[in-house]
């Protein structure tokens, strides 16, 4: 243990480095997890709620003297913001998680207590995920087939899961299996608990819609109807009510105490993907469907109060906000996740996110404090989003009024560009107009004239062209003449070379001299 101790001291030595073993494991570099506290954020209403006073514009309540505004950790808490959008839509990229084995994530559930995160993939595994870090915690190999639904019990205590094979299987929360049943023939698309836990019901794709006792893991009723795949179900938070949609088109309303369809509904003109439940008011349910719409339904009329328009492709998972009773969030076959409210008077989206995955959407599930959504996708991904941290929000902002103002300012200089050719191409048009009839009279003018004129000026040149041709040829036999003087020069020059060197020069071959 000399080696961790204080160098300082005398008697530490060090480690003899050819002692030192190598173990083979990587060495990498530490760094910060991502993480949300949103505990933080809930003691800060908790010390500021005593000055809260009233608008008596919105009758919203709001802080005095909030002039801190950074923040993720000291924003407050969604379900104060619950008037305004803005302030706690999860839009902002936290983390993306990946399971070692790549698969589509078929399915994602948070538990009740929001401490973990579970989620089914399509090769039949159940991983947990830490809610707060989104670190890996464990993995188990849950069925032999793709999973399609995940639900929790409203204590947390147990969870239910349910396969391609039409397996359904029994869970603990620490990932132990309990017990397996045999729910259905065929691949069960859904599931969906009673509000007492007591019951739960299954859609499939042999068309009906199942009701079992969750002490028993028996089949108590079979509701017949749909005329093929059930594609989801959904129990009514509160009430006897049950909500399906299939592939033949309808959505339907079960009475699950008797074998009875109480309505059919015939409200889209593709495959019917989703129905949800809306737990606040319980009148209004959301459906999705593959022709790209989604539609609010109140049960009070039997009539469609909403479409909301904006995927540009299948509307693939729908899940209504946990702390706002008018604010849900869809996925798409493309990617893309789309933010909307109810109760506003334009049916446009509040937010987009284009490219949220690569992928389907399959599933999207709120955290129960509704600051954190988790997507997962085709991609093999979970994702989780967040709200945006205020002084991030600042800056964007910022960039895009700068932005703007140098577009605006760039629109300004091209239009006065534009302006000005304008200008210079209307002058030059008048000048022209003005100077074409000047130039017409003096064209006029100097066309005119005698012939006898014309004939003497022809003359004139011809006498003044043959004047040049003889310069020329008197200044070319000059210019010959001195180019033969040069010539002879330089010959003189070559045989007396000892002009040159003014001295006399001897020849070393022929024994010549020259002075």
């Known amino acids: 243990m000399d080696f961790y101790e204080d160098p300082n001291e005398s ?3 060090t480690r003899d480095p050819n002692k030192t073993q190598f173990d083979g494991r990587q060495i990498r570099e530490s760094f910060m997890r991502k993480t949300i506290n949103y505990h933080s954020s809930v003691v800060l209403y908790l010390q500021k709620r005593i000055i809260r006073q009233t608008n008596s514009l919105d009758n919203q309540e709001v802080l005095k003297n909030e002039k801190n505004g950074r923040y993720l950790s000291y924003s407050l808490p969604t379900f104060y913001q619950n008037h305004n959008y803005t302030q706690h839509l999860p839009t902002y990229f936290v983390h993306s998680s990946l399971n070692k084995d790549r698969c589509p994530i078929n399915v994602i559930s948070f538990t009740p207590s929001a401490r973990r995160l579970i989620t089914g993939s399509s090769r039949g595994e159940l991983t947990l995920w830490d809610g707060f870090t989104f670190n890996f915690v464990t993995i188990s190999q849950g069925h032999n087939s793709a999973i399609r639904a995940i639900k929790w019990t409203s204590d947390g205590k147990w969870f239910v899961t349910a396969d391609q094979d039409g397996k359904i299987m029994y869970w603990e929360e620490n990932i132990k299996n309990v017990k397996n049943i045999q729910g259905h023939e065929k691949p069960i698309r859904d599931l969906s608990f009673s509000p007492t836990d007591f019951k739960f019901c299954t859609g499939s794709d042999d068309s009906y819609v199942k009701i079992f006792d969750f002490a028993n893991s028996k089949e108590e009723r079979v509701l017949t109807g749909h005329g093929w795949i059930v ?5 009514h938070p509160w009430k006897g009510l049950i909500a399906s949609g299939s592939k033949d088109r309808f959505i339907r309303l079960w009475d699950p105490r008797v074998k009875k369809c109480l309505t059919s ?3 889209h003109k593709s495959v019917v993907t989703r129905v949800k439940w809306n737990k606040f008011n319980g009148y209004h349910f959301l459906s999705s469907s593959a022709d790209q719409l989604i539609k609010l339904w109140d049960i009070r009329t039997m009539k469609s109060v909403q479409t909301f328009r904006g995927h540009k492709c299948e509307v693939s998972s729908i899940s209504w906000s946990p702390i706002n009773e008018n604010f849900f ?33 399959w599933d ?7 600051h954190i959504l988790c997507s997962s996708s085709n991609d093999n991904s979970v994702r989780f ?3 945006m941290d205020p002084e991030i929000g600042r800056e964007k902002q910022k960039e895009k009024t700068e932005q703007s103002e140098f577009q605006s300012q760039e629109l300004e200089y091209e239009e006065e560009q534009e302006e000005v050719e304008i200008q210079e191409e209307i002058v030059t048009e008048e000048n022209q107009q003005n100077i074409d009839p000047f130039l017409q009279k003096e064209d006029g003018f100097m066309h005119k004239g005698n012939k006898t004129e014309s004939k003497g000026n ?4 011809h006498q003044n062209k043959y004047n040049l041709n003889n310069i020329e040829i008197e200044n070319q036999t000059k210019e ?36």
């Open 364 to 370: 999207l599930a709120w955290h129960p404090l509704g």
């Open 11 to 13: 008697n530490f030595q």
């Open 480 to 515: 010959q003449e001195d180019q033969k003087q040069t010539l002879k020069n330089s010959k003189e020059n070559v045989r007396m070379p000892g002009l040159l060197f003014g001295k006399p020069f001897t020849d070393g071959f022929t024994g010549e001299t020259w002075i």
């Open 458 to 461: 022809s003359q004139k040149n």
């Open 265 to 267: 509904i015939h409200g």
């Open 231 to 235: 594609r989801c179900v959904d129990w």
């Open 329 to 361: 969030v869809s996925g798409g076959a493309n990617g893309s996740i789309i933010y909307w409210a109810t109760n506003r008077n334009t049916i446009l989206p509040l937010h987009k996110l284009e490219n949220g995955h690569d992928g389907y959407v």
């Open 385 to 387: 989003w967040g709200r």
